[in-house]
């Protein structure tokens, strides 16, 4: 149970919660939702007690364990198995005073205990939640220490996930992630057994792992029932319905004040007018749901496309020193092809995406690259490049020196930095803010491939459509490295996965890769008795031998197929005749919305008998 009643909480001027209540259902999984910088990592400081609101109170369930992904990653000499380990508290201090305990009574109560919470199969749990953010049995044996800072982020995620506290609070824990570990993580909050409340921006996510949205906007908590998509259907039909009701008390409020204005002076009517005067003073009027506009990102396109291939790979290898990353590089990439690159972190997508930049150089093979090729590469890392003291301006002022502050100004706009928001120094810009800077300077000059490792980190889910948009507007080749599978499938045509040390095209698409992803991989059969290959073999014979076909009797059921399908697609002419009638809804709606419904029976027994008909010509060519 979590109650949220009546909180109001200001930061600095900035009213974030507007004396707002919501009460989450217990063990319901919901994404928590609302544009970046709305409020709610403050909120979830407020649920942990960090913080406390102006007015209203936030009520839990008694003896309830709130878990999240502690602020500074684990660094210690402890394994990884230990740390995620240690984080069964209960468990960790029942095996301490285990070790201490004289009275037989009270030994006997830890080991019920350890039983009862399944103390003895912790270590297999905490190796499996481990396995699937990304670490192999030997990684989990090093130290924390060992790890860089993105790494150990996830061992952080590891032990809170492995504690599985009554109320688990997420904050974009797919930022620590790739897409493998996305998968992971969708597929293990899908099955989480109590209340989690995971603030996110992965469409994907949100689709396949929640069973509620809550929805921050202009400081009020609303709830949702059902995945993202439904969010948005339910709110857009919520939309619809205030604008309606808005204009209905407009409408009224202009009748009420012309009776007013129009009687108020007569004696015979001032009563009735007074009565007025204090209905429109009651009337409350009808908030309205308002989108703020998000601004594009600016990916201009080459002025001049190169002829393909601009990128020509023959047994190509490549690392860093001596040690080779990667090898058997056999790859050609066109002046428009969008490659989605999949593969664990660790594997070599960013070394590969930096051969393909000329970041780094083939230590073998043959590489080929056009003369007058032009790169855009935007990498998280890379936004510790951004100098914190200089402001939008300046950073485009430094690309243009001979541009006048008018048209300096005017592309800072494009990008997304109108008016003062360009002068705005960088230490003072959100982690998104930054990354559309680095992404409008990476495509400044309208290259002909655009490099993308990772680019939707600190993005909002409408700054992430926003960013598609760009991605599929701009018209030079494409490398996207990404774990939102929403922006690879809407982005992507073709997918290459990094693994095993090389780089190759990946046959399939990402259902596939998902599929295995978390099944891993193929087990090989077991081997089968003679007897089992004999009886194979002969029912192989058996299914091999000529049968005779009834080639009469099946052109007799294509004729019948395809005279349904006649019959059917007359019958849905007359209907849409009917329903094309300009007075068809307003002379007699119930009959127009029989008419509507009996269109769609009609239209699907069409395409069963589309089906049946293609079938059935499928069998009696092969049969002829």
Partial sequence: MLHINDVTYRLGARLLFDHTSVA???DGR????????????????????????ESGTITIGRGMRIGAVAQEAPSGPETLLEV?????????????EAETATDPARIAEIQIRLVDIEAHAAPARAASVLHGLGFDSEAQARPCSSFSGGWRMRVALAAVLFAEPDLLLL????????LEGTLWLMEYLARYPHMALVISHDRDLLNQSVDHILHLD???????????DNFEKQRAEKQALQLKLKKKQEDERRHLQAFVDRFKAKASKARQAQSRVKRLEKMAPVATIIDSDVLPFDMPSPERPLAPPIIAMDDVSTGYGDKAILKRLNLVIADDDRIGLLGSNGNGKSTFAKLIAGKLTAMGGTFRRSSKLKVGYFAQH????????ASPFRHVADRMPDGTEAKIRARCARMGFPGAKADTPVARLSGGEKARLMMGLAAFEGPHMLILDEPTNHLDIDSRLALMEAINDYEGAVILISHDRFLIEACADRLWLVNNGTVAPFDGDLELYRQLVLDGPAKPPAPKSEQKLAQEAAQKAKDAAPRKVDLAGLRRKIDAAAAKMDKFQTLITKIDQALAAPDAFSRDPSKAATLSAQRGEVQRALNAAEEEWLSLSEQLEAAS
């Fill in 84 to 96: 995620v380990l240690a984080a069964a508290t209960e468990r960790a201090a029942l095996l301490a």
């Fill in 30 to 53: 919901i994404g928590f939702v609302g544009r970046n910088g709305t409020g709610k990592t403050t909120l979830f400081r407020m649920i942990q007690g960090e913080l406390s609101g």
């Fill in 24 to 26: 989450l259902p217990p």
């Fill in 218 to 228: 202009q400081g009020k908590l609303n709830l949702y029932r059902g995945s993202y």
């Fill in 382 to 389: 890379q936004l510790d490049e951004l100098s914190e003291a």
């Fill in 171 to 178: 904050d974009e824990p797919t930022n620590y992630l790739d």
